[in-house]
């Protein structure tokens, strides 16, 4: 049959860039994505990140049914100074079929090779870059 075609089958709102805002009364720098499922059966996603000592991701995977979707928030937590570099950052969004009765751990743990699907999201910071600068 030839080369097998991988279809990201979940819906990310927003697509293809993540702008993170800062929260007026925590003061913390904030995005949140809304995962969808999009296929004919039940996907464990993960949310994965350039960088882990940047970003809380919460939560990081879970389980869809056909047309449920989950709302990730994602915070960005710089060591004092850091000036962000949206160039440098980005997250990626895979999904794998689930099997009825497992866990979202528990399929990612059993599952072998590529996810059946992917995307890539950039980041945008809508916060000043001089907002940064001595956070604690």
């Not at 056909?66 to 004092?80: C, F, M, Q, T």
């Amino acid at each position: 049959m030839g080369t097998e075609v991988r279809k990201f089958q979940l819906q990310c709102e927003p697509a293809g860039k993540l702008s993170f805002t800062r929260d007026a009364a925590s003061g913390a720098v904030r995005a949140k994505l809304k995962i969808t499922n999009k296929s004919d059966t039940r996907q464990a996603f993960k949310v994965k990140c350039t960088r882990n000592d940047l970003f809380k991701i919460r939560p990081s995977m879970g389980l869809l049914e056909y047309r449920e979707e989950a709302i990730v928030e994602i915070e960005y937590r710089p060591k004092e100074g850091e000036v962000p570099d949206e160039e440098r950052q980005h997250f990626g969004v895979y999904h794998i079929p689930a099997p009825e009765g497992c866990t979202a751990e528990g399929a990612w743990m059993e599952h072998y090779g590529q996810p059946q699907g992917d995307t890539r999201l950039r980041v945008r910071f809508d916060v000043p870059k001089v907002a940064f600068e001595g956070k604690e």
